[in-house]
């Protein structure tokens, strides 16, 4: 192979590096490249997730405050089933004093 064979060779080496390097560089900006009507549909998804956010902050605030109140009314009836399971205890004694003493005076 002489000089100019090798010269030429190597162009057409070069010129075909070239041109696959410019149609790989083609192919991934058109397959990469984001069209302006993505870009609105983007924005708006943002939009739209932020607000699902805020959405999801505000439900999760009343429900741990729903939370709070209702098991501050559990612990309200509990106590109050407390003082009355109490009051019912206190009421039957009573009443069995009673009848003891009425069955005592029945009898005597």
């Known amino acids: 192979m002489n000089r100019t064979e090798f010269i030429i060779a ?3 080496v070069l010129f075909v590096a070239f ?3 410019w149609f790989a560089y083609w ?4 397959f990469t490249r984001v069209a302006q ?3 609105g549909e983007l924005e708006r998804m943002a939009q739209e997730l932020h607000e699902a956010e805020e959405a999801r902050d505000q439900a999760i605030t009343y429900m741990q405050q729903r939370e709070a109140e209702l098991t501050n009314q559990l612990s309200q ?3 109050e089933l407390s003082a009355t399971m109490d009051g019912l205890r206190e009421a039957r004694r ?3 004093e009673l009848r003891a003493y009425i069955e005592r005076q029945n009898a005597g």
Do not use: M, N, Q
Not at 27 to 30: E, S, V
């Open 10 to 12: 190597t162009a057409i």
């Open 19 to 21: 041109c696959l390097g």
């Open 27 to 30: 192919l991934i900006h058109k």
């Open 37 to 39: 009507s993505d870009i």
């Open 77 to 79: 009836t509990e106590a």
């Open 94 to 96: 009573e009443a069995e």
